[in-house]
């Protein structure tokens, strides 16, 4: 199993790789960005291309960036798509990534259901939860 981040001088073929799929957990993400606009970003360097590769086949993509805060340096996972991955095989590598960057912790958003595999396979625990209200 390897995790192998994508320059962002090559976000474009990896797109036609198959990094595409990022715009379906972009429709997740409560209209905070498209698939398009998740591709600008990543080609502009401000979040990281990753693609998991297990036996040398491409089984999922994600997009992470380093959010620095006053008192901690996390990486944020931002959006992930890996169907019948297995992400949680992946996360001592995303865990060794983030070490390499500097940050004291990963962190993710996540609904309930994913919210409770994540809690059980790679041990987060919940932060604070995120509400929102129309105006």
Not at 19 to 40: H, M, N, P, R, V
Request: aromatic share 8%; hydrophobic share 40%.
């Amino acid at each position: 199993m390897k995790l192998e981040p994508i320059g962002a001088f090559f976000i474009d073929k990896a797109w036609k790789e198959g990094a595409d799929c990022l715009a379906a957990a972009c429709e997740e993400s409560g209209g905070e960005i498209t698939g398009s606009q998740l591709k600008l970003v990543l080609s502009r360097g401000e979040r990281t291309l990753i693609r998991m590769d297990n036996e040398g086949k491409t089984v999922g993509w994600g997009a992470v960036k380093v959010d620095q805060l006053p008192n901690l340096r996390a990486l944020h996972v931002t959006n992930l798509v890996a169907p019948h991955g297995h992400f949680e095989q992946f996360f001592t590598e995303i865990k060794a990534m983030a070490s390499t960057l500097g940050c004291s912790e990963v962190r993710c958003a996540a609904k309930p259901a994913q919210a409770r595999l994540y809690r059980m396979k790679c041990g987060f625990s919940p932060v604070y939860e995120v509400l929102k209200v129309e105006v």
